[in-house]
């Protein structure tokens, strides 16, 4: 297990590295990279986590002041300060936007010299030692039940917090145990010594601690040794050793896939997942420096691949993803250390529909678009903007045949834009008939609704006898019949 994905966080890797091709198909999609910045000139960042708002938490590189947590929100990158420590890590953040990580002193080898801490609505609480020596926060949920690891005299153990009490989740038979993830039910992942000292990825759920090497097959080749993500379908990332090599892995009901390598790389560490099962981490060269890259429909590309030409970027390590597909970790830009967000362009997953609407009445047409939280919304209608339509369902009021045509709506955000497939208003009349001097009403025909232009034949029609066609005057003349309606305005 290399050095950049112990327990303890490791700062700073070098650069200089020329990007790589991926192993398999290019998505045919190109991510805008956001620059998170720092609060000083020249300072390095490091993104740790996101939510589905696109919230972003790491740390920075104050100088003489030491490493600081950030919370980047909507272009902005915010200093959270600290719980009373020197250096302050934010690691996780849930949709709430409370964020957890730890704070520590110049020594923070000393015993009481590190603390959890928990960031919510702008104040910063110390949650205290969590029953250890050093308390260290990597997760949470919306429940605020938060995942991380004490230092004992025995040893680290993995805990969860919630509710102002910690539970100290213990080991697998050896010395050590660390918890780095916890979804929606409450279900925790990590990993754990067991009596021989090799670590082995675990998975806690209803108080019982599970080796999960033992749900998986005893002949597939795998020794699953950390485990770094869990969605709420209970599907769980990390790492593991198959083959003499280590590879990043997804487990899901008992079955371990192997993500593979981007190509000129000789293993690879999955970090985080969101609830469509696409993964993302980080891909060790030669060198041992790493590239990021993101695992989805069975393909492990190199996230360099999916950006612009000479962007300026080389992405290092892809810390997590969320459910709009946004990806936030840290790269080389323009030669310093920082934190990045990925946006992918936006996509369309249920396009407008045609539609048939009365004469008068009102027609809607709704696109469904996943993508950043910040997308944009304009309708055409046959290929002209329409004045004011900037949301992601229309409504054409009191339509007329004017409004007959082909409507679409274009989707963007700051990586780029898709254009819907048009949708066809098609405007007919309603054929209400109504006796308005005494006469009987005719029952035919039994259509509702025809288009202009439509020719209706009324059988057996009364004498001299005025009806009324979907809001034009008709008359049935002398005694004509059958009574032959063109069904136009004129």
């Known amino acids: 297990m290399k050095s950049l994905f112990s327990a303890r966080i490791v700062l700073g890797l070098a650069s200089g590295l020329s990007l790589l091709a991926a192993t398999g198909p290019v998505a045919a999609q ?21 939510n589905n708002a696109g919230q972003v938490v790491g740390y920075w590189n ?26 302050t890590y934010a690691l996780g953040i849930n949709a709430a936007g409370q964020v957890v990580g ?114 998986i097959p005893t002949n597939s080749g795998w020794a699953l040794l950390e485990a770094r993500g869990i969605n709420d379908a209970g599907n769980i990332v990390g790492w593991g050793r198959i083959n003499g090599e280590e590879r990043a892995f997804l487990y899901s009901n008992g079955a371990v896939t192997d993500l593979g390598i981007v190509l000129g790389t000789t293993n690879s560490y999955a970090l985080g ?14 060198n041992n420096l790493t590239h990021a890259f993101l695992w989805q429909d069975g393909v492990l590309t190199d996230l ?28 080389i830009f323009n030669g310093q250390e920082r934190a990045f967000l990925l946006t992918p362009p936006p996509a369309i997953g249920s396009q407008p529909q045609s539609q048939i609407a009365i004469f008068g009445q009102n027609a809607v047409f709704s696109v469904g678009a996943w993508g950043s939280p910040q ?30 045509g082909d409507y679409t709506v274009t989707v963007s955000n700051v990586a780029g834009s898709v254009v819907s497939a048009p949708a066809t208003l098609t405007v007919h009349y309603s054929l209400t008939l109504t006796a308005t001097t005494g006469g009987a009403v005719e029952k035919n025909p039994l259509q509702a609704s025809y288009p ?34 063109v069904m136009d305005k004129n």
């Open 62 to 87: 104050t100088g003489t002041n030491g490493v600081h947590a950030f919370l980047y929100s909507d272009g902005t990158m915010t200093d959270i300060g600290t719980p009373g420590g020197t250096n």
């Open 375 to 404: 997308l944009n919304y304009q309708w055409h209608f046959n290929g002209s903007p329409i004045a004011g339509a900037t949301s992601s369902s229309l409504t054409v009021s009191n339509v007329q045949l004017s409004d007959g």
């Open 30 to 50: 190109t991510y805008h990279a956001a620059d998170l910045g720092a609060l000083l000139s020249g300072a390095y960042s490091y993104a740790y986590g996101i």
């Open 304 to 331: 360099n691949d999916l950006l612009p030409t000479n962007s300026g970027w080389e992405l290092r390590e892809a810390r997590g993803i969320n459910e709009h597909r946004q990806i936030a970790g840290w790269g």
């Open 102 to 215: 730890f704070s520590d002193t110049a020594a923070p080898s000393l015993p009481g010299s590190t603390r959890a801490f928990l960031y919510s609505n702008g104040a910063m609480t110390n949650l205290g030692s969590l029953g250890g020596l050093n308390s260290y926060a990597y997760g949470l949920n919306t429940n605020i039940q938060i995942v991380g690891y004490i230092d004992t005299l025995l040893g680290a153990r993995a805990v969860v917090y919630a509710n102002g009490n910690a539970t100290n989740l213990g080991t697998l038979g050896g010395a050590d145990s660390y918890a780095y993830s916890i979804n929606a039910s409450g279900s925790v992942v990590g990993a754990s010594k067991i009596s021989g000292g090799n670590l082995n990825a675990f998975l806690w759920e209803n108080g019982v601690l599970t080796n999960l090497n033992a749900l």
């Open 273 to 286: 997942l969101n609830n469509s099962n696409q993964v993302v981490g980080a891909s060790t060269l030669n």
């Open 452 to 485: 202009p232009d439509s020719i209706v034949t009324l059988s057996a029609a009364a004498t001299n006898e005025n009806y009324r066609f979907g809001g034009w005057s008709g008359d049935a003349g002398g005694a004509i019949s059958p009574l032959v309606v």
